[in-house]
């Protein structure tokens, strides 16, 4: 079963509006952390924005926010005044604590955005 | 600030030659280091990762090894190339902070492997 479900394989934004991208995950961990990564076309992979399961307040850093819903298991990323940078592809992925020696990441499928000038 | 060096940036070889890519970090110690596999448009297959010097640990059966021979640096080998084994190729570093969820893997630029 998949653990990370992106179910937006692609998505379109006008620049300067708002746009949320979902991610679901299932885990029978009381522990674990949801990250958020962006891939440019250019290949790399940046870090964005972390989630602890414990943590009461939504993550924020910059534009981006994490819309964490625990009870629906859902941690959807949201990118406000969006940019014609932030084409990209963006990548949820989860640590479960049985994981957290090994570090090991589960990632989703990924979803591609595109922002329209 | 810690960085990561991943080479070559792109690799062009035929079927049944030889590999070896390599991953070194800097600015910090004893990392947990991972290389992972991209097809294109697709997500990330995690290849290993390792914990400590020497310690490799394979997630997917396949003709490909890596090896730790240092503690901040990572390879990539195969000793007969596949058509199978295009693809981009990224490695991953990860600081022991801790024994939690929290700290993030950090990536390198990846190479992208074209096999003829």
């Known amino acids: 079963a998949q653990k990370i479900t992106q179910t937006q394989p692609g998505m379109f934004v006008q620049e300067k509006e708002a746009v949320t991208l979902d991610c679901t995950y299932d885990t029978s961990d009381q522990s674990y952390g949801l990250f958020w990564y962006k891939q440019p076309s250019s290949g790399e992979m940046i870090f964005l924005i972390y989630q602890g399961s414990y943590d009461e307040q939504n993550a924020t850093e910059g534009r981006y926010s994490l819309n964490f819903q625990k009870a629906r298991k859902s941690a959807n990323l949201v990118i406000s005044a969006s940019q014609l940078g932030d084409s990209a592809m963006y990548f949820c992925?989860?640590?479960?604590?049985?994981?957290?020696?090994?570090?090991?990441?589960?990632f989703g499928q990924g979803t591609t955005l595109q922002v329209k000038p | 600030s810690q960085t990561i060096h991943q080479w070559p940036a792109t690799l062009v070889q035929p079927v049944g030659s030889p590999l070896s890519l390599e991953c070194t970090v800097e600015g910090t110690s004893n990392p947990n280091l991972y290389w992972y596999r991209q097809a294109a448009g697709r997500g990330l297959q995690l290849l290993f990762y390792?914990?400590?010097?020497?310690?490799i640990s394979s997630e997917v059966p396949q003709n490909l090894s890596a090896s730790r021979p240092q503690d901040r640096q990572f390879i990539l080998s195969s000793k007969k190339l596949l058509l199978s084994d295009s693809g981009f190729y990224l490695c991953a570093w990860m600081a022991k902070i801790g024994t939690g969820v929290n700290q993030p893997q950090h990536f390198g630029d990846g190479t992208r492997l074209s096999i003829l």
């Open positions: 992925a989860m640590r479960e604590y049985r994981s957290s020696n090994t570090g090991k990441l589960i």
């Open positions: 390792s914990v400590g010097i020497g310690q």
